[in-house]
Every structure is written in C-alpha cells, then in structure tokens.
C-alpha cells in the first residue's frame, strides 16, 4: 500500500483544536493535511447554538462554527481529507498514518487532535434530544436553563461539579444516581449536599429521555423514565434539561503504546507545551485537556500545537542544512 500524499504537518481531527491548529500552520506556509474523521467537526457539529465563543455576539450554531473555521483554514492552504485514521506510525520519521480507506498519508511532524466524547447512557431519546435539552456540558448549555428544572445524571466528581455549575440557573438541580453511595470526593459531594437547589434521586436509572416536537418543528425534552434499582418501581419526572455527567472518553486508542497516557488515557503533553512523549508529535485540545474541555480553551491549544510543531521543523531543518 503506497503512501497516497505527504506533508509538512498532518493533523488528526477536525474540531476547534484541529483546525485551529490548521490554520496557523497553513499561514505559516507549511503543507497541512487535517484528516477529519468519522465526525468532521468534532463535538461542535452536534451542537445547536454556541454562545460562549467569541466574536460571535448574537452566539452561532456549532456545525455553522465548525464550517467557517475549516474554510479559514483552507483560504490559508489546508486541505481536508474526510477519511478515519486507523493506525499511525510513530516509531521513524517521516510518521505515516493508515485511514479507513486503506490509504496511507505521511507527514514530518504530527498533531493529535481526536478530542474526548462524553460517556452516554445508551438509553432510548438520549441521541434524539441531545442539543435539544441533553447535554454532557453544563459550562456549555448552562445558561439556555435559567429558572428551569434540570436533571444531572451520575455520582462522581463530574456530576458534583455539574451540579453545582448549574444552580446558578436552574430553579432545581435533580441529581440522578444509580446507587446510594457516590463515587465523589468527601469535599464535592459535601459541597453539592449543601446546596439548598439541589436535591437527591438515589438507586435510579434513567430508562428513557422523553420529549415533544413542537408546531414550529424543534425538538425539546419534557421529562425522563426513572427505575428504582431496588424496588422495580417506573415512574416519569418533568425535566426541561438533562445533563449527562458520567464522564468522558478521551478517543486514544489507536496511540495506546505509542504514545505516554495518564491513567484515564488522556495523551501527556510537557508543561507549558504541547510536546508528547515522542518528538514531533503534538497534542492539543480535548485529547489532553481533562480539566476545561472548552472550545475556545481547545482552539488555543490548537494555536500552540501549531507554533511548537513549526518551531520544531524549523529547527530540525535548519540543523540538517547545517550538517549537510
């Protein structure tokens, strides 16, 4: 299988981070490959409205985002391949990756920007209600639910967090846990008890998202299925939002063994770098980013993978002509 084309930089993934990174790669006069993958846009693209981005004051659908980002980074020179990365080959350079088309890109260096996905339920309505009063971002969405009543679904760290954000808006925060014991830390869970918003559905499950589709055509929550694990009892409770916070999943797998991970499979990067474990390869955004998980904080980092990796081909170029 022969390489299709070969490039300066080649990019893995296509949301605020990838094409960011694009962007200022392709401007720096660098040939840039962004291989967009099974969701070209990443996380965005299922998205409705985005208000917290900035220079958008009347706030942009996240596909509409997503859509001038890429073709800002084209205008620059970037080329998009709509394939799914597979494999990669890190262990000499130039680094070739293999897609799902059994075709193969080579690059000098290499910027992984596959983000993370939030664990889901799997339940019947989560996907056709999600951006339409489901969601796995309170940061995100939190404000579209002032004075309303909102589910949040789990019992870590994430779901205390959540919790708590939410109260902010929310007239009532409904915290859904499958067990009566929470997985949270002592202070967080403390935190969340403390709050007058907040209130308790213990040994419940979520068995269905339930809604409507209004005259105008938009889909909207109106409530959720609930179980007691321990009685069997079924019952419907009125939701205007609910917040799925199980965690998330950073998409890593095909670098496991080849690159340095934490604990939960998130790609280590050098502090105040976007360096990995292998030279010329760069990480940037969710992928890495286990803490704010934000567009805006994922497109900056996007912006520094892209000045690292053209710092380092520089540099490795400049020490090549050098010996030569």
């Not at 990838?18 to 967009?36: D, F, I, K, P």
């Not at 579209?144 to 789990?154: E, H, L």
């Not at 055509?217 to 299925?225: A, E, S, Y």
């Amino acid at each position: 299988m022969d390489t299709v084309r070969h490039a300066d930089i080649a990019i893995i993934g296509s949301g605020p981070a990838g094409l960011t990174a694009a962007l200022y790669a392709a401007r720096a006069q660098l040939s840039v490959l962004v291989l967009e993958g099974n969701q070209p846009g990443g996380q965005l693209t299922i998205t409705t409205e985005v208000e917290n981005y900035p220079g958008f004051e009347h706030g942009i659908m996240g596909p509409e985002l997503m859509d001038i980002m890429r073709k800002q980074a084209q205008r620059f020179g970037a080329e998009s391949i709509f394939e799914h990365v597979v494999e990669v080959h890190l262990d000499e350079r130039p680094f070739v990756v293999r897609t799902d088309r059994e075709r193969r890109y080579s690059a000098d260096a290499l910027i992984v920007a596959t983000g993370a996905s939030a664990k889901m339920l799997g339940v019947p309505g989560e996907a056709e209600y999600m951006g339409y009063g489901v969601s796995a971002c309170a940061t995100c969405d939190g404000f579209f639910f002032r004075n309303q009543r909102v589910a949040v679904i789990g019992g870590g760290d994430t779901a205390m967090e959540e919790a708590l954000y939410l109260t902010r808006f929310a007239s009532e925060v409904v915290v859904i846990h499958r067990r009566e014991e929470f997985r949270a830390s002592k202070i967080m869970l403390a935190r969340a008890r403390s709050n007058e918003k907040i209130r308790w559905i213990t040994s419940t499950v979520v068995e269905e998202f339930l809604g409507e589709t209004l005259p105008s055509g938009i889909r909207r929550l109106t409530g959720l299925r609930l179980r007691n694990v321990a009685t069997g009892n079924v019952w419907t409770e009125p939701f205007d939002g609910a917040f799925v916070a199980i965690g998330h999943k950073p998409n890593t797998d095909i670098f496991r063994g080849k690159l340095a991970m934490d604990d939960n499979g998130y790609i280590v990067t050098e502090c105040k770098s976007t360096r990995t474990s292998v030279e010329g390869v760069f990480a940037c955004g969710d992928v890495q980013d286990h803490v704010y998980r934000q567009a805006i904080t994922a497109a900056g980092s996007g912006c520094m993978a892209a000045i690292d990796a053209t710092r380092w081909l520089e540099t490795i170029r400049h020490t090549a002509e050098a010996a030569a």
